[in-house]
């Protein structure tokens, strides 16, 4: 799209953005009004105006039970308790107020350095949890098809009976586990622990389908696969780029901290297929092809090359392999070529490569709009390759933000239970198993007698060890089920599923879903709400539904996007019968024999572990990404400390918490006794280490092809080793002269040992007292040679409605990837069903609704707001489809699934695009599951789930699913 098209384009959706506005308003007012909305729902009182009187500083005023509350004593003190958000990724403040332990009221924490007061309508709207009759109420269990009510006691008893004898027929790999990214740092750990000690690797959560391509993407580039900057710090950009992310929506309040970025000078693009509530604040909009962000950075890359503007200086001494890059850039992905490709012109990116040059730092930021792809990693490693070039990484203002999902979504990606890693993402080799083993005081041979002993060919001439190879990822346990046994590398097919705090509509595929789930054994669902899994089948029997509480009836940490960790206070006792993650995992780990070895260094009172135990017991283990220094104590000082924090450099000035940042950021290096003040801002050679700095991490060996992987003339502030260098253990110690400066009790820890397996810390300590890095000073990799395609390259997604790009494009050959399961690519992309589905189908979030959806359409206030679940299509779309606004339509994908939604006619998406929202669930087909849902706990919404049309797909590197292109048609219902 040349300059004059793009400034078409955004008059065009200027002038008609009011009609869009009054579709948007016509569309729910003919769902139901207010009134009548409130009437069925039987509210009192509606929640707009009380959650939008949280959202201002002069409506704040002390809580006091009302007088009608006869049950209770209105003249009771209010406790107020500080906790945080479940919702997004940001991790905002709030203050609950509770009285005779109820949860009466609440008010946005002024002193969060992170939210700074503010809140999105589902954070005003969080007491609801505190009350909720939707709630799953206590166990449940299918008899004949209906819910019965049953005890904790006989839940476990019969789950774990089942459990053992699938074990003993199939092997401990026939169970698969779906831990939580909502659940507490301390309960997402436990998940993986408990998956570890039951035998086996076939864990994982929600991470997997949303953000599993950053992590790999990122981690590969330059060592650790999380957000470099904060929200904060994008207050000091110079310009904003955006890729497929609509913080308005996803993320409302890191949206105040990028407004606040526009406000201090900074410039702002956007790059998305739609023209979102985001793109509306944008200097420069630019509107790609869906699938093709590859094409969309390189095309940027090549202005950037071209004038000159790359920053040499940094890429001499701190990148290894950008002249590949350049290379792929300048021959490859001319101007002419990224236009056919992704249908942006030439001056469109020279625009934003110029607005780049001149306002620097850059900060680059993504969410699952540039993940969730066939090749989500490369689309990634080439918004990395654009930050490198530019020297933007590692600076104030620039970096990579990656905003994500969940309340613990990375904290459950640091710690939590991967199928392909351990926590702190050491490695599920024998090394890694016996550092975690020595951590958790536990004999390796016992551990690994736990599973399957046999071993299976690796399709490469090798073997692999189920302990050793990774677990069926979350993204693909249907074909765990529905796959031929003979193709899965394990002993038999999965007959087991506990979802365990995740919501089953946010994956692809939902008609297979429900095939998969009817052929299990067994299905178990621990939530806190019915969740979609809890519906879908037409399952009779062996079903069962645990009440989780939510996390604000239980305490712990969570880590934001940002890295911080908060600690989060209980605020109400657990609500009906429900239980915390942590005390199902000791009642589960009883029952099933391993309780003892698992919470040997967990002090448990009655059946609920201790939270803190569990903390610290994470802190003994995860040296790798500094998880080490963020005691119990530390984290809660810091909640009691929030004033004393800046709002920008998130550093404290003066008080208990002097010269340390807000949550300990991570890598926060050593013990909580060294007092490392967290790292705010990932790879700044610009501080010392014991103030935050740092450097890139040395990861993959030294030397490659002959050339050093190590850093040349760069180092951070105060190093003494003033070049770069490998990673520390006890040989380089000594050769450098500084064994002697740890303690005798260290040296007997440390001796044998790299700084990442010394549980000592003592390495740690020494390498940072002598400014240095534990993991060495290197290189971060604009080439990444362990990847299917070392340089980023595009590929056509497997359901393009641009098949004549396939051939110059093809993607890859069909193989077992990720090991367990074989993969199709090829064979699904031999086929063109561009004449059938012409249109392409994409999907994204609602401010009013988070995740799967479960808790916020089961919220009243929320419910409101947003009634029905919608299709955006365009006027010229539609009108060749003979749709109009408002009308019911079939979406219908090309592998049979189909949904049942309203039309809303709008120039948001381009013609050729159409957009669901994911957060819908409790419709199949067009009909209505109310029926299915336990008595009195539905969700007041309740939509077609749209993964219902959406197919096949996967990143080769991780198994991320396709959600963001695939193809569809609408036709009237």
């Keep these: 799209m040349g300059p004059h098209l793009e400034e078409n384009t955004m008059k065009l959706v200027k002038k008609t953005g009011s009609s869009a506005a009054t579709a948007v308003g016509g569309f729910l007012g003919r769902a139901v009004d207010r009134r009548t909305f409130l009437r069925g729902t039987g509210l009192a009182v509606g929640g707009t105006a009380a959650a939008s009187a949280m959202l201002h500083p002069r409506m704040v005023k002390k809580a006091k039970a009302s007088d009608d509350r006869a049950r209770f004593d209105p003249n009771a003190d209010v406790q107020l308790v500080k906790t945080v958000c479940t919702h997004c990724s940001v991790g905002c403040g709030v203050i609950a107020e509770v009285q005779n332990g109820v949860w009466v009221g609440q008010e946005p924490n002024f002193d969060s350095p992170i939210n700074l007061g503010a809140h999105c309508a589902k954070g005003a709207a969080l007491r609801n949890h505190g009350h909720s009759g939707r709630r799953t109420k206590y166990p449940l269990k299918k008899v004949n098809g209906n819910w019965e009510r049953i005890s904790w006691d006989q839940a476990i008893d019969e789950i774990g009976d089942k459990l053992l004898q699938i074990r003993e027929e199939s092997g401990p790999d026939s169970v698969w586990f779906a831990g939580s990214s909502k659940a507490s740092n301390e309960g997402a750990y436990l998940q993986r622990k408990f998956a570890a000690f039951w035998g086996s690797n076939n864990c994982d959560h929600q991470a997997r389908i949303c953000h599993s391509t950053t992590v790999a993407g990122v981690a590969n580039t330059w060592g650790y696969g999380a957000m470099t900057n904060s929200y904060n710090d994008i207050t000091k950009a110079g310009s904003i780029v955006m890729c497929g992310s609509n913080a308005a929506e996803a993320h409302p309040v890191a949206m105040q901290m990028i407004l606040r970025g526009k406000e201090n000078g900074a410039k702002m693009v956007v790059m998305d297929p739609r023209f979102t509530r985001t793109a509306a604040h944008a200097d420069v909009f630019v509107r790609p092809r869906s699938g093709t962000d590859v094409a969309l950075i390189f095309g940027i890359l090549y202005h950037v090359f071209d004038n000159g503007w790359e920053d040499q200086e940094f890429i001499d001494s701190r990148v290894w392999a950008m002249d590949e890059i350049k290379e792929e850039v300048m021959t490859k992905w001319t101007p002419d070529e990224v236009e056919r490709v992704s249908g942006v012109g030439p001056d469109a990116l020279y625009e934003v490569a110029k607005i780049i040059h001149e306002n620097s730092p850059m900060t680059f930021i993504w969410c699952m709009g540039g993940t969730q792809h066939t090749i989500g990693s490369n689309y990634v490693r080439a918004y990395n390759c654009l930050l490198l070039a530019t020297g933007n990484v590692g600076v104030s203002g620039g970096g990579a933000n990656i905003f994500r999902g969940h309340d613990n979504v990375q904290g459950a990606t640091d710690v939590g239970p991967n199928p392909d890693n351990l926590p702190g993402y050491y490695p599920i080799n024998e090394a890694g198993w016996k550092h975690w083993c020595g951590v958790w005081d536990v004999d390796y041979d016992w551990l690994a007698s736990r599973f399957d002993q046999a071993e299976y060919d690796d ?357 077992k990837a990720f090991y367990r399961l074989p993969t199709r690519w090829e064979s699904v992309q031999a086929t063109d069903y561009s004449d059938d589905y012409p249109l392409i189908h994409t999907s994204g979030r609602l401010v009013e609704y988070e995740g799967g959806g479960e808790e916020t359409r089961s919220n009243p206030w929320l419910a409101e707001l947003k009634q029905e679940m919608f299709v955006e299509i365009n006027p010229r779309d539609a009108n060749n489809a003979g749709v109009r606004n408002n009308e019911w339509v079939w979406l219908e994908g090309p592998e049979g699934g189909r949904i049942r939604v309203k039309a809303l006619v709008t120039r948001r998406v381009a013609s050729g695009t159409v957009f669901t929202p994911f957060h819908f669930a409790g419709h199949y087909q067009g009909e209505d599951l109310l029926d299915k849902y336990p008595e009195g706990s539905a969700p007041y919404v309740r939509g077609e789930m749209n993964n219902t049309a959406t197919t096949y797909g996967y990143d080769a590197v991780t198994m991320m699913q396709e959600t963001k292109t695939t193809l569809c048609r609408v036709v009237p219902a």
Excluded at 466 to 489: A, C
Excluded at 539 to 557: V, W
Excluded at 737 to 750: M, N, S
């Design 459 to 815: 399709g490469q001439g090798g073997t692999l060890k189920p302990m050793e190879t990774p677990g069926i990822t979350v993204s693909r346990w249907i074909d765990g089920v529905l796959e031929d046994p003979d193709n899965i590398t394990q002993k038999d097919r999965l007959r087991a599923v506990m979802m365990w705090g995740h919501n089953s509509n946010s994956q692809t595929r939902q008609p297979e879903m429900k095939e998969a789930m009817e052929a299990l054994d067994l299905l178990v669902i621990i939530d806190p709400y019915p969740s979609a899994a809890a519906v879908l089948h037409d399952r009779q029997d062996d079903t069962y539904l645990l009440p989780a509480c939510t996390q604000f009836e239980t305490r712990g940490s969570a880590t934001a996007s940002n890295r911080s960790l908060q600690w989060r206070e209980k605020v109400i006792e657990p609500l009906f019968e429900g239980k915390p993650d942590h005390e199902i995992a000791y009642l589960l780990a009883r029952k099933l024999g391993f309780a003892d070895e698992m919470f040997k260094n967990i002090s448990v009172e009655g059946t609920e572990p201790v939270v803190e135990d569990v903390l610290r017991e994470i802190n003994q283990g995860t040296w790798t990404i500094g998880y080490t220094g963020q005691s119990p104590e530390r984290l809660k000082e810091h909640m009691e400390n929030q004033h004393t924090f800046d709002v920008v450099s998130l550093k404290a000035e003066g008080g208990p918490c002097d010269g340390e940042f807000y949550g300990l950021p991570w890598p926060c290096w050593g013990t909580a006794e060294i007092k490392h003040p967290g790292t705010h801002i990932l790879y700044d050679t610009n501080e010392h280490v014991m103030e935050g700095g740092g450097n890139f991490r040395v990861n993959w060996g030294t030397e490659r092809e002959g050339e050093t992987l190590l850093a040349e003339g760069s180092w951070p502030k105060g190093q003494e080793l003033e070049a770069g260098h490998p990673p520390f253990d006890s040989d380089l110690l000594k050769q450098l002269g500084w064994w002697d400066e740890l303690t005798d009790e260290e040296k007997e820890k440390a001796d044998g040992k790299a700084w990442h397996t010394d549980v000592s810390g003592g390495i740690i300590r020494v390498a940072l007292k002598h400014g240095c890095m534990p993991f060495g000073n290197g290189k971060a990799r604009a080439v990444v040679w362990n990847f299917p395609d070392p340089v980023p390259k595009h590929r056509e997604p497997l359901y393009t409605p641009r098949y004549d790009l396939v051939e110059d494009y093809p993607t890859y050959e069909d193989r």
